[in-house]
């Protein structure tokens, strides 16, 4: 019964654009702390200041790989947006929050605007699901078929 609540959804089918849209982020940003390491991995990680940069980077981008992955598959969508709503509000409170308090709140606004769009679309996601078009909607019905 609580799997398939994880999995139901009565979200419109354009809900696929959010999915698209945070899911092809997600990936993409994941994948490029693999690719670009000193820039965007545990360079970065270490810039900023965060512990053990070369163990977080890659498990951030690990999570990130995994749950875009899924998020574009509407495969666990809201299992999958939990830990990404997390990735955001830590890369908000360690990358944007110190722009706010030196910078201004103009200057954060601008710098954060990706941020705050996926923490956003995530959130999203967690509360209304995959919607029709994904992989939870066809478990989902075979779940109901099967009652």
Not at 77 to 87: E, G, K, S, Y
Not at 138 to 144: C, N, P, T, V
């Amino acid at each position: 019964m609580r799997f398939e609540r994880l999995l139901s959804s009565k979200a419109p089918p354009a809900t696929l654009l959010i999915r698209v849209m945070v899911g092809a982020v997600f990936l993409s940003e994941g994948l490029q702390k693999f690719l670009y390491p000193g820039e965007l991995g545990v360079g970065r990680f270490t810039k900023i200041g965060l512990p053990a940069p070369e163990v977080l980077a890659p498990f951030v981008g690990v999570v990130e790989i995994l749950g875009g992955t899924l998020l574009l598959l509407g495969l666990l969508t809201r299992l999958a947006a939990v830990p990404l709503i997390i990735d955001m509000l830590v890369a908000i409170a360690s990358t944007k929050v110190p722009i706010l308090l030196g910078r201004g709140f103009w200057s954060m606004a601008h710098e954060s605007r990706t941020d705050f769009s996926m923490l956003l679309g995530a959130l999203f996601l967690l509360l209304v699901g995959a919607g029709p078009w994904s992989v939870d909607a066809r478990l989902s019905a075979g779940a109901e078929r099967r009652k």
